[in-house]
């Protein structure tokens, strides 16, 4: 039987609308009303409703994510995900990042649109950038973080990014920030931390990318797996509404990461696992590049393939080979401490 293209209500024959669950913060609010804008462009028969919903994640701003549910894994996504399965929504749109590799039976990850900026944003209080230049030379470190003076407080709740700053700079002292991004920065100008480590992506989409004193690019620091990019849910039997998502997937975005996604899986590791996966196009190939550290960053495995990738198995198969690359070499231990 063919899949139909609509959503169509069999009383009224009206075009059902496509309500998209979120969860409520200004950032996840923009992806949102991003994808509510990229369905109108290429469904233009629907209409689209945002659904704004709270998780746990966001009522609990204290507890580091680690505390909540066991590994803090999907703390930010499996009431959005309930949203889906109970019906009150047709539609997701997660950080892919926060989205666990584990699938929740009834769903299914239906597309990834164009990725945006992978790469994380060290951000210095106001004003605070150009004093660390003046004063190069009196108590700054020569490292890869320069503008870092020693023993600075960085306000950070990622593993991965502790694990990778300590490995070059051991001195760093780390601070649990939690919070929206304007909190985080509000919390950095008064003094909390001298430094906060943020996603670039999230900074540009809130038009903070102006906040950014450093962008800290490989092979210093590797981004999480999805990293700027958007990871758009629906159920697994609703074949209206996955056909017009596919319409919505950029193909080498979605390759790269699945790819990273399947490192993580065959990791089993979680998602705020200290682990930096960095895909990028070299020539006609794809070039994967991962790194599991121990939580002080005194450890630091590395696996690196560069393989063509044209199709999904494709990205898979990049994927395992460089989560076994990983694993060889007994990065497993690092996961499981």
């Known amino acids: 039987m063919a899949i139909r293209l609509d959503k169509v209500d069999s009383v009224s024959n009206v075009v059902a609308p496509i309500r998209i669950a979120t969860r409520a913060s200004r950032l996840a609010m923009w992806q949102a009303e991003h994808v509510r804008d990229l369905l109108k462009s290429v469904a233009p028969e629907h209409s689209v409703e945002i659904v704004p919903l709270s998780t746990i994640g966001d009522r609990n701003k204290i507890e580091p994510l680690t505390r909540l549910g066991g590994t803090g ?6 009431e959005i995900q309930a949203a889906l399965i109970d019906g009150r929504a047709d539609v997701a749109v997660h950080s892919l990042k926060d989205l666990p590799t584990e699938p929740v039976e009834g769903l299914t990850l239906a597309a990834v649109p164009q990725r945006g900026a992978m790469f994380d944003g060290l951000v210095l209080p106001e004003g605070g950038k150009q004093k660390a230049e003046d004063s190069a030379g009196d108590n700054l470190l020569p490292c890869a973080f320069p503008v870092l003076p020693a023993g600075a407080r960085i306000g950070s709740s990622s593993p991965r990014r502790r694990a990778q700053m300590l490995h070059h700079r051991p001195d760093l002292q780390f601070v649990e920030a939690r919070g929206n991004v304007e909190t985080r920065l509000r919390k950095l100008d008064e003094g909390q931390f001298d430094a906060l480590v943020l996603a670039e992506a999230g900074l540009t989409r809130l038009e903070f990318a102006g906040r950014i004193s450093v962008s800290l690019r490989p092979p210093f620091m590797l981004p999480a797996v999805g990293q700027g990019a958007l990871g758009i849910e629906c159920r697994s039997d609703d074949n209206s509404t996955r056909d017009v998502l596919v319409r919505l997937i950029e193909p080498a975005s979605l390759y790269a990461v699945l790819a990273e996604r399947t490192v993580l899986s065959t990791l089993r590791a979680g998602c705020h696992a ?9 020539g006609d190939s794809v070039r994967m590049t991962a790194v599991v550290l121990s939580l002080d960053g005194a450890q630091r495995f590395e696996s690196d393939r560069l393989a063509a990738v044209a199709s999904e198995a494709d990205a898979i198969s990049l994927g395992h080979a460089v989560a076994e690359g990983l694993l060889t070499q007994g990065a497993a231990a690092l996961l499981l401490s």
Do not use: A, C, K
């Not at 894994?73 to 499996?78: I, L, Q």
């Not at 200290?274 to 070299?282: A, D, H, K, M, S």
């Open 73 to 78: 894994t999907g703390v930010f996504t499996r």
């Open 274 to 282: 200290p682990l930096g996966v960095w895909t990028r196009p070299e």
